[in-house]
Each structure stands twice: as C-alpha cells, then as structure tokens.
C-alpha cells in the first residue's frame, strides 16, 4: 500500500508532464487511444467521485467566516472565464464547433488542481478549496445558462441536456463520494491517498481520447486554439488577480483568486463538448488541461517567492 501512496504521490506532482506526454502520443498515434473515447464521461465521474470522498463541511466553513471574498471569486470566474472566451472568440473570428468549446471551457467550474496549485503558491487554501466547491455546485445551473447565453449564435445549445450531463457527472458523483466518507469514515483514508493517482489516470485517459478522435482537426487549426487557450488561461490568471487587487484583499487571497479564475475543470469541458457537439468542440478542454497545469505551476512557483506587500509608511506632519 505504501508504494501505491508514493506512487501516487509522485503521479500527482508529474501530472502535467503525464498529460502532456499523452497528448503528443495520443496525436501521432491516434489509433491506439481512439477507443477510449467511450471512457471520457465515466473517467469524469470517477474524478468528481474522488473530490466527493475529500470533501468535509469545515471545507466550506469559510463561506460562513467571509463569504463576500468567496462570493468575489465565485462571480469572478463566472463573469471573467466566460467573458473572455466570448471576447476571444470575436475578436479572432473562430470557427463555430472550435468557438462553442473555447466557451464552453470558460464556462466550466473551478478546476480541482487549482487547489494544489494554490497550496504550492503559499496563497489562502480554505479560500481557494471553498471556491472550488461553491462553483462546482453551482455549475448544473450555471454552466449551461452561460453556455446558453453565449455560445447560441455560433451552434444551437440545449440547455436542458447540459445541465441533465452536469448533474449526472459532477454533482452525483460528488454526492456519491461524500456519502461513501460519511459511512465507511477512517477507511476511506487509504483511499483518498491514492485519489491523486486515479485522477490523473482519468484526466489523461480524457485527453488522449479527446486528441486522438480530434487529431485530423488539431493538425489544421490546432496552433490556432492553442494561441487562445494561452491567452484565454492568462487573462483568467491576470484579472483574477487585479479583481482580487481592487478589491484589497491580502496577497494571499489575491494568489488563491488569481488560481480559482484562471484554472477551469476542462475534463468537464471535453466531456460535455464529445457528448453534445463534436469531438472538435472538445480539443479547447483538452489543450486547456494540458496549458493549465503547466502555466499554473509556474505561476504558483513564481507566486511562492512573492512576499506580503510592505505596509505604507505615514509622513510625519509638518
């Protein structure tokens, strides 16, 4: 059990490296990960399941204790992320199915890897976790309204799909998982040890299938989504950040927003991209899962040396 923990220990810290790895292989290779394709939503469940099985009421005890800064970064996201994929999209005149998935990426939830990134910033990790849960169990509602909203004048949007795939993808499982740790209490430990190993699992196992069954497309556009995906990532990172400025929270805070808002749950998007438009549709979630891991952990390294703000010196009256 031991080498399965420092395993998983060790999978979890490499985890883009994996992503990215499969990614390329995936890509020259297509043939081999084509089939996984009917893996994606329920590798998807087995993630949320996990994030279920880590979940604890004194996780979101600190939307009690501020619930305007968890309130910031849950409006945040919701409004920069989308806002931004809308912008891009227009502004660099994209193709209907690769427009749909940049908005629809942008409208997903907090990604759980923001939480690790966050931890590894130094920033506030009971902010950061608090709004991860609040805008995962937001998304049934919100996740398709905005899609709705922004995505219909490029491909017709059901909204009532969406949100039936949402609920049966991310919040039963959580659900599922948080009661599984209510019943079986310590033994889930040995578990949640190993949750970082199986979720990277999924998450490539998401991505393989989604560039393999894309791969034709990533060839012709795919420098063309990447240069939105880095861009669309970046100005999350940097207006979540400046939000959190405006708004004077302390650098800690401002580390954990700029995480939460920049970060989205892009196995979400793939998963929700293959099952209601096309597997084009989902190559923004897929390259998004690849960028996201490795501009997060740059960022979270770079945030790591940054010290509190020194305190205003007052002049001395005259």
């Given at each position: 059990?031991?080498?399965?923990?420092?395993?998983?220990?060790?999978?979890?810290?490499?985890?883009?490296?994996?992503?990215?790895?499969?990614?390329?292989?995936?890509?020259?290779?297509?043939?081999?990960?084509?089939?996984?394709?009917?893996?994606?939503?329920?590798?998807?469940?087995?993630?949320?399941?996990?994030?279920?099985?880590?979940?604890?009421?004194?996780?979101?005890?600190?939307?009690?204790?501020?619930?305007?800064?968890?309130?910031?970064?849950?409006?945040?996201?919701?409004?920069?992320?989308?806002?931004?994929?809308?912008l891009l999209c227009q502004l660099m005149q994209l193709p209907p199915?690769?427009?749909?998935?940049?908005?629809?990426?942008?409208?997903?939830?907090?990604?759980?890897?923001?939480?690790?990134?966050?931890?590894?910033?130094?920033?506030?990790?009971?902010?950061?976790?608090?709004?991860?849960?609040?805008?995962t169990l937001l998304a049934p509602l919100l996740t398709p309204a905005l899609i709705w909203l922004l995505a219909s004048a490029w491909l017709p949007v059901s909204f009532g799909a969406l949100f039936w795939s949402i609920l049966q993808v991310v919040v039963v499982p959580i659900v599922l998982g948080i009661v599984a740790q209510r019943m079986l209490g310590a033994r889930v430990r040995h578990v949640v040890d190993v949750l970082p190993l199986i979720s990277v699992i999924s998450i490539v196992i998401i991505v393989a299938a989604v560039v393999a069954a894309s791969q034709a497309k990533i060839a012709e556009s795919g420098l063309l989504i990447m240069a939105v995906v880095i861009l669309h990532n970046g100005f999350g990172f940097l207006l979540g950040y400046f939000t959190a400025k405006v708004f004077r929270l302390p650098l800690a805070q401002r580390k954990s927003l700029a995480l939460e808002v920049g970060m989205q749950n892009s196995g979400l998007g793939a998963a929700l991209a293959s099952a209601h438009f096309s597997p084009l549709a989902a190559v923004p979630s897929a390259l998004f899962s690849v960028w996201h891991n490795i501009s997060g952990a740059t960022l979270s390294t770079w945030f790591r040396r940054m010290t509190d703000d020194p305190p205003v010196q007052k002049t001395a009256p005259q």
């Open positions: 059990m031991r080498a399965f923990i420092l395993l998983s220990r060790f999978m979890g810290n490499t985890f883009a490296l994996w992503v990215l790895l499969f990614a390329i292989l995936a890509f020259f290779a297509p043939s081999l990960f084509t089939p996984l394709t009917v893996a994606i939503v329920p590798m998807l469940g087995v993630v949320m399941f996990g994030m279920g099985l880590t979940l604890k009421v004194e996780d979101f005890a600190e939307v009690a204790r501020h619930p305007w800064r968890v309130t910031l970064g849950v409006i945040a996201h919701f409004v920069i992320m989308p806002g931004m994929a809308w199915e690769i427009a749909v998935g940049v908005i629809l990426v942008g409208c997903c939830p907090s990604g759980t890897a923001s939480n690790v990134m966050t931890w590894l910033s130094r920033g506030d990790l009971a902010l950061s976790v608090a709004i991860a849960g609040v805008t």
